[in-house]
C-alpha cells in the first residue's frame, strides 16, 4: 500500500491550494481516506476525511467551509481544495487510509488509519 502526497507550496494569506494523495495497491472507493496536519510544535490533527462510499465528509471545526475533501476513482487519488488560506493552516498535510470500514464509523481520530503518506509542505504567508 502505497500513498503519495503532493501539491504543497508557499502560499499568500487568502490564496488556495489543491492537495492530491494517489494510491496503489488498494482503491481510495474501498477505505475510509483522510487528511491529517502537524504543525511546527504541535501534534498531528485531523483535517477532513471521506467514508469510502463516499456518501459522507468530515471537517475540523478549524477548516470548515474552507475545505474540500474529494475523491476522483478513476484516478484513484483523493483531492484536498484549499480555499481563503490563513497562516495558521502551516502545516505538513499527511493523506492517511482506513481500511476497516463498516457504516457507522466516523473516521477522525489518527488511530482509525493503517497507511500514512509522506507529507506535503503547505506554508501561507502573511
Known amino acids: 500500500v502505497q500513498l503519495q502526497a503532493s501539491g504543497g507550496g508557499l502560499v499568500q494569506a487568502g490564496g488556495s491550494l489543491r492537495l492530491s494523495c494517489a494510491a496503489s495497491?488498494?482503491?481510495?472507493?474501498?477505505?475510509?481516506m483522510g487528511w491529517f496536519r502537524q504543525a511546527p510544535g504541535k501534534e498531528r490533527a485531523f483535517v477532513a476525511a471521506?467514508?469510502?462510499?463516499?456518501?459522507?465528509?468530515y471537517y475540523a471545526d478549524s477548516v470548515k467551509g474552507r475545505f474540500t475533501i474529494s475523491r476522483d476513482n478513476a484516478k484513484n487519488t483523493v483531492y484536498l481544495q484549499m480555499n481563503s488560506l490563513k497562516p495558521e493552516d502551516t502545516a505538513v498535510y499527511y493523506c492517511?487510509?482506513?481500511?476497516?470500514?463498516?457504516?457507522?464509523?466516523?473516521?477522525?481520530?489518527?488511530?482509525?488509519?493503517?497507511?500514512w503518506g509522506q507529507g506535503t509542505q503547505v506554508t501561507v504567508s502573511s
Open positions: 495497491q488498494f482503491m481510495v472507493s474501498s477505505v475510509n
Open positions: 492517511a487510509a482506513d481500511t476497516v470500514v463498516y457504516t457507522t464509523k466516523i473516521p477522525t481520530h489518527q488511530g482509525d488509519y493503517e497507511y
Open positions: 471521506v467514508t469510502w462510499s463516499g456518501g459522507n465528509t
